[in-house]
Nanobody, 121 residues
């Protein structure tokens, strides 16, 4: 079983910055990809950004150029640096990891519990 623990959400003014962190723990053989999704009130959960174990990234168009993902493979941790935040970035941000728990297991998707990000003046 893999657990994901997020931290770093909060309230910030438009134009401000926040940094989210997500650490994976538990029984982990390999983590393939990690990333962030978000869900605003009344909307579906959407991809923010994903990063593979090799460092390839896929950003949503709405955050490209403002958000930066990084990953520490040794610590099974991923970070999301969010700059130039806008009110429309307000959402619950969920950490995601595709991981293999044991050597003969198949990859499985795991979710964190979410952290609230509110952008408001």
């Amino acid at each position: 079983q893999v657990q994901l623990v997020e931290s770093g959400g909060g309230l910030v003014q438009p134009g401000g910055s926040l940094r989210l962190s997500c650490a994976a723990s538990g029984t982990i053989f390999r983590i393939n990809s990690m990333g962030w999704y978000r869900q605003a009130p009344g909307k579906e959960r959407e991809l923010v950004v994903i990063i593979t174990s090799g460092g390839s990234t896929n950003y949503a168009a709405t955050v490209k150029g403002r958000f930066t993902i990084s990953r520490d493979n040794a610590k099974n941790t991923v970070y999301l640096e969010m700059n130039s935040l806008k009110p429309e970035d307000t959402a619950v941000y969920y950490c995601y990891a595709e991981a293999v728990a044991r050597i003969l297991s198949v990859p499985y998707g795991y979710w964190g519990q979410g952290t609230q990000v509110t952008v408001s003046s």
